[in-house]
């Protein structure tokens, strides 16, 4: 099968994906219509799914590792290769061979290979890396001052006089990095452990202050082959030291926090391979110094993380057996919502109703009093549906109104939920008044829900003055349909005026969105006829705009 796939990955990633082929790490592979499924073989079993179209193209992808959430992953490759190999690994040796290399090399001497060789090594640093990458079991073993030393000099190489490392230049930091990798690589093969953690560390350690533009991601592509091979060293290595100086580098980067936003994919590894109560032990008083720390933070981004190792705390407490230990702290931090949350599941477990309202009600006022409306409407939701279950429907009218007129910035939704509250004959008595006192409130950000009310309502009068108030094609034609019965001369009005301001600009893209309304405006009543009258005008006023001109011949 032909696949035209090459070109949608990066060199880097087509290598890494077609050694796990030529590795034989595809397996059960099915075919659905033009839908292909398989699992592919690394550290752990990846799912991969690819939609092939009958001229090969690639319709999609998706993989379940967690680089593939933003980028096309080596595991698509490796699938894509089986494919387009009929899962047949030996037929293919290299990716690409437009020279019969092996007649030419049994051509050419020893000593000239050699000399070759020699004198590539000694002129260029990248092809001793990528040498000794790939002959690394004939070289003496070197101590880790010698890797921080080589891996510090390919970054700065890579930075250059700039001190940057520009969008069309991260090949060249990623391809010195992939070298790197695959010497740890190779060390692994050959039951070297410690040399490659230092090579993976050492380079996680350096991405956290790159300066580079990572439009790509590549750094990201980087962080998961490090923590690769930090996994693979830990399911292999059976040294007790080099466990521990995996384990201590670790922790000491999460209570430095060296490794910035990349702390999190070595965190998983304590999660994966690090269970035992001596490492946990050692592990909940690094959280508890860094929780300490956070605390002292008035700040929404180190709550959130403040927040997350207050959840890692707790789990691990309850993972020791230390469940009072676990509630206590539990206890005393409700005054973050995540944790209040876990109380109030608790709570609601045991059937203590009272409780969780009263948790509820204590987190609503929190939140309102800080200004955090979003988390004000779990704590609403929570509450209404104690509320209906128990039947306690003063409180339920009460919250719903209060959410709003006071919370909720008049939200649809809370809305429809007071409207049936009333019986038809009431509401048509109350609806009026509730709207007049949501008007009342004039911010912006009431309109859009303001606007589904007139719609629930059939008030297209409030609703056209409301859309007129933002006279932007994108807003009038979304409420149009409930407009035209009684506003249609009104809106193509309003639509000319628009095009017209847009036609005093050059530019295609002004262009393209005057033939767009145009041709919108055709399709409501006595539309074709104005239009054809604007067009006119257009071709005689702009007569020297070329691209205006092709834009009115779609019309």
Known sequence: MKINFEELF????????????????????????????????????????????????????????????????????????????????????VIRN?????????????????????ERLYENYDFQNEFRSHFVQYFEKMPKRVYEKRISQSIYQAIGRKGFIEYNETYKF?????????EANNLIKHKEYQAPFWIASLILEELSDLPIDDSDG???????????????ILEKCKSESIINEIFNWIIESIKNDTLGDYTNGVEKILDEYFIEDKFVDERLKIIDIKIHELKQEENHYYEYKLESLLKTKIALLYQLGRDKEALRTIKDNIYYVPIRRMLIDMQKAEENIESVEKLLQDGMKIELKRGYCGRVTYYIEELLSIYEKQNQKEKYKNLIQETLFKYSRASFKYYKKLKELYTEEQWKIERDTIIKELESNGERYHRD???????????????????????????????????????????????????????KFTGKRNYEDVRKILQHMKTLKNGKKLVENIVKEYRIKYANRRLMLEELNDV
């Open 449 to 503: 829900d303001l606007r589904q009310i007139y719609i629930e309502e059939q008030y297209y009068n409030k609703l056209y003055k409301s859309v007129m108030t933002t006279p932007l094609f994108e807003i009038i034609v979304r409420y149009e349909k409930y407009l035209k019965k009684d506003f249609e001369k009104q809106l193509l009005e309003e639509y000319q005026k628009i095009i017209n301001e847009k036609s």
């Open 174 to 182: 990623s391809n010195s990095m992939y070298d790197y990798m695959q």
């Open 98 to 118: 437009t020279d019969n290399y092996d007649k030419i090399i049994d051509r050419i001497s020893e000593n000239e290979i050699k000399e070759f060789v020699l």
């Open 10 to 93: 990066d060199e880097k990633i087509l290598k890494r994906g077609y050694n796990y082929y030529l590795e034989d790490s595809v397996h059960e592979v099915s075919e659905n219509g033009d839908c292909y499924e398989g699992l592919v073989y690394g550290t752990e079993i990846y799912k991969v799914q690819i939609e092939i179209n009958d001229n090969g193209n690639i319709e999609s992808m998706d993989c379940d590792c967690p680089y593939a959430e933003e980028n096309n992953c080596k595991h698509m490759v490796a699938l894509l290769y089986y494919l387009e190999n009929d899962g047949q690994v030996e037929n293919k040796k």
């Open 218 to 232: 590549i750094t990201s592509y980087i962080e998961s082959e490090c923590v690769e091979i930090i996994e693979k």
